[in-house]
């Protein structure tokens, strides 16, 4: 079946700009993660949704970085004002995952965002 | 310091036996990964170990765990040139999320 995708591969944009990242979980995941990873900080988690709970967002860096995640599915990470130390490649992840047991997250391509 | 440690690069002859080896400080993870990650590409899960184990096979991977010492490492049985990666160990915390090392670039010459 379809793994996870995510759009755009490849992003460049203008410092002070808006830019949404998108994911598309595999399906019947309820489980979906964000991650970022950059030279010099490695792969740090973002923001982790489950379910209709409210999204664990302790990972994001700051107040300019925000995600929504529509009817359970799709995912979108929006970051405002955007700054050069945002270039990075941005990784979503999904998994099957239940209350009180850890499964597998598979993830995503990843988009590359440059801010120039 | 770090929660999860790994020495950053492993040159290896085609043919040998790679090792990665990862410490980790959560004593509390349930599973303990190993992700690849390919040039341009995404994290591809190799394979996982239940921290109730101490060893898991699976092909040409050997996981070995030795949780008193919070060690973790990955055996590749004859390494080939598409073994060539970066490799990532992780550990999940009790919510799922996943704390990575820093990858172990590992190198297959010929």
């Known amino acids: 079946g379809a793994g996870v995708s995510q759009s755009p591969s490849n992003k460049v944009t203008e410092k002070g700009k808006d830019v949404e990242l998108r994911c598309d979980p595999i399906?019947?995941?309820?489980?979906l993660y964000w991650y970022r990873q950059s030279l010099g900080q490695g792969l740090e988690f973002l923001i982790y949704f489950q379910g209709n709970s409210a999204p664990d967002k302790s990972g994001l860096p700051s107040d300019r970085f925000s995600a929504e995640r529509t009817g359970g599915s799709v995912s979108t990470l929006t970051i405002q004002r955007t700054q050069q130390e945002d270039s990075a490649v941005y990784l979503c992840a999904s998994s099957s995952r239940t209350s009180g047991i850890t499964d597998t997250q598979y993830f995503g391509p990843g988009t590359r965002l440059t801010v120039l | 310091g770090e929660d999860v440690e790994q020495s950053l690069f492993l040159s290896v002859r085609e043919g040998d036996s790679s090792v990665i080896n990862c410490t980790y400080t959560?004593?509390?993870?349930?599973?303990l990964y190993w992700y690849k990650q390919e040039p341009g590409a995404g994290l591809q899960l190799l394979t996982y170990?239940?921290?109730?184990?101490d060893m898991k096979q699976d092909q040409r991977l050997t996981v070995l765990l030795n949780k008193k010492d919070k060690h973790l490492s990955l055996r590749i049985a004859d390494t080939q040139t598409g073994d060539s990666a970066i490799y990532f160990c992780a550990y999940s915390d009790s919510w799922g999320k996943l704390q990575f090392g820093a990858g172990t670039q590992v190198v297959v010459t010929p």
């Open positions: 959560d004593s509390s993870s349930t599973y």
């Open positions: 399906s019947g995941h309820t489980a």
């Open positions: 170990i239940f921290s109730n184990m």
